[in-house]
């Protein structure tokens, strides 16, 4: 079920992370938190997944929109462990990944979420199920082993993973399904009405759409359907009509948006397990 990994991973040093996200080396908090709050430092966490086998692979930050929460602001780090990979019979790999989100303002707890990252198509998406849950360690009481536990419990589930994934390979689709699955993909870009399809307010034509961006995503399983939707909605790989132009969908750049998005793609692909 979980492999060694081929390829060594390269993982993020201290120096890199600060390069990209300077506000997880805060060494205090904002002056507006709770007398009740303890300060945190993300390095910290960071340190101890470290201690736990899961390395940095990526950092980023939001811009701050006020002056008073410069550097407090909310950022994510995501964590990949070398020793662990979900690999496919068809030679599709995943690496499970932990998503860490935290401020320094007193509005985030550490919050851990699931994630896969698929390498025929270097992207990642959030696993929004009830099974697989998200996890909060509020800053007040943080200590190592509340890591450990908190972590392993998450490693308990990522199983669960390779049912998931198997599912979306062992459910066809017919065409209407994939117009119906592109649809409410797209739906969670703009913003529609009830009872409005995307496609004719923004004349999307779902053929282009659905073409696939390389061979692995050829197929008509909810996987290789599901990754081919991801990728394009997340990259902004699709162009659409708004009115009378032509318009070429943008990457989504804040991870804030990037993490709800994939969550909702997650949970509109499950509607269509067989």
Request: proline fraction near 2%.
């Given at each position: ?8 991973v390269?993982?993020l040093?201290d ?25 945190i430092?993300t390095?910290q966490?960071i ?12 950092a ?8 008073k ?5 909310k950022?994510?780090?995501?964590f ?10 068809d030679?599709?790999?995943v690496?499970?990944?932990?998503i860490?989100?935290?401020?320094h ?22 696993i929004?199920?009830e ?17 450990r536990?908190t972590i392993?419990?998450?490693v ?9 994934m198997?599912?979306?390979k062992?459910?066809?689709l017919?065409k ?5 699955l592109a ?9 529609v ?5 995307v496609d ?6 779902l ?10 995503d050829?197929?008509?399983d909810l996987w290789s ?16 009509i ?5 318009r070429?969908?943008r990457?989504?750049?804040?991870f ?11 949970e509109v ?6």
């Amino acid at each position: 079920m979980f492999q060694a990994q081929q390829k060594e991973v390269e993982f993020l040093n201290d120096e890199q992370i600060r390069e990209v996200c300077p506000v997880a080396f805060s060494e205090g908090a904002s002056s507006e938190v709770s007398k009740h709050y303890t300060h945190i430092p993300t390095n910290q966490v960071i340190d101890d997944m470290r201690k736990l086998g899961w390395g940095v692979i990526e950092a980023k930050q939001v811009s701050a929109r006020k002056e008073k929460t410069t550097g407090f602001q909310k950022h994510m780090i995501v964590f990949r462990h070398p020793d662990l990979m979900v690999e496919g019979k068809d030679g599709d790999n995943v690496w499970p990944q932990i998503i860490m989100t935290n401020s320094h303002d007193g509005k985030n707890s550490f919050t851990f979420q699931a994630g896969m990252y698929r390498f025929v198509c270097s992207n990642g998406l959030v696993i929004a199920d009830e099974e697989f849950g998200s996890m909060k360690i509020r800053h007040m009481g943080y200590d190592f082993e509340t890591l450990r536990e908190t972590i392993g419990e998450m490693v308990e589930k990522l199983p669960l993973t390779v049912e998931s994934m198997n599912k979306f390979k062992n459910t066809e689709l017919t065409k209407n399904q994939k117009y119906d699955l592109a649809r409410k993909a797209l739906e969670t870009r703009f913003n529609v009405q009830e009872n409005q399809k995307v496609d004719k307010i923004y004349k999307i034509d779902l053929d282009k759409f659905l073409e696939p961006v390389r061979k692995e995503d050829a197929g008509n399983d909810l996987w290789s359907v599901f990754n081919l939707v991801q990728e394009k909605i997340v990259e902004g790989d699709f162009e659409y009509i708004s009115g009378a132009k032509l318009r070429k969908a943008r990457k989504i750049k804040n991870f804030k948006q990037d993490l709800d998005v994939n969550k909702k793609l997650f949970e509109v692909a499950k509607e269509f397990v067989a």
